[in-house]
T-cell receptor
Framework: DVKVTQSSRYLVKRTGEKVFLECVQDMDHENMFWYRQDPGLGLRLIYFSYDVKMKEKGDIPEGYSVSREKKERFSLILESASTNQTSMYLC????????????FGSGTRLTVV | DQQVKQNSPSLSVQEGRISILNCDYTNSMFDYFLWYKKYPAEGPTFLISISSIKDKNEDGRFTVFLNKSAKHLSLHIVPSQPGDSAVYFCAASALIQGGSEKLVFGKGTKLTVNP
């Protein structure tokens, strides 16, 4: 059963903390993505990566960074967490050059207090 | 500028009836369209897709229709069941650099199927 695994389902962090959200996929997919989902705003792309050590900004990259040191792992970093980063974070992966869409992880519900 | 629009934030239907979810897009370069279903506290799961060379794709109770001239697609669920209650996201794909794709999502429609 192929998977995208996000390390935490729920996280509570304090304002100003550095936060790491981890995502691992076992499908040997080249592409990986980080989204956040907020009510009324849908899925918004934060960052994505088409290859190891490669990253591209999505639509809302401010306040975030990413790391992809290995093909299977894509980390989202909140450099200094703020309350407006309270959200559901979703990781996804896909096969390069395919139209099979994305496989999503179960999400991490992050609350910044 | 929203390239994929789902203008109905919510939809409520009776069990056994048809659910129709709509989606409009603006970018004529999109060549593949997908629907995802999302339950609370879970990640979206792929439901059904359609290529731009087709106008209809059917999978069991789910059918997606594509009208390229109108830049419109719709998802029909017949008959609707209470377990179909979820948020449905429309997504459009375009191949970009290196042969990879990027999906653009609509804001979602929350479907409630009442018993």
């Amino acid at each position: 059963d192929v998977k995208v695994t996000q390390s935490s389902r729920y996280l509570v962090k304090r304002t100003g903390e550095k936060v790491f959200l981890e995502c691992v996929q076992d499908m040997d997919h080249e592409n990986m993505f980080w989204y956040r989902q907020d009510p009324g705003l849908g899925l918004r792309l934060i960052y994505f990566s088409y290859d190891v050590k490669m990253k591209e900004k999505g639509d809302i990259p401010e306040g975030y960074s990413v790391s992809r040191e290995k093909k299977e792992r894509f980390s989202l970093i909140l450099e200094s967490a703020s309350t407006n980063q309270t959200s559901m974070y979703l990781c996804a992966s896909s096969l390069a050059g395919s139209n099979y869409g994305y496989t999503f992880g179960s999400g991490t519900r992050l609350t910044v207090v | 500028d929203q390239q994929v629009k789902q203008n109905s934030p919510s939809l409520s239907v009776q069990e056994g009836r048809i659910s129709i979810l709509n989606c409009d897009y603006t970018n004529s370069m999109f060549d593949y369209f997908l629907w995802y279903k999302k339950y609370p506290a879970e990640g979206p799961t792929f439901l059904i897709s359609i290529s731009s060379i087709k106008d209809k794709n059917e999978d069991g109770r789910f059918t997606v229709f594509l009208n390229k001239s109108a830049k419109h697609l719709s998802l029909h669920i017949v008959p609707s069941q209470p377990g179909d209650s979820a948020v449905y996201f429309c997504a459009a794909s375009a191949l970009i650099q290196g042969g990879s794709e990027k999906l653009v999502f609509g804001k979602g429609t929350k479907l409630t199927v009442n018993p």
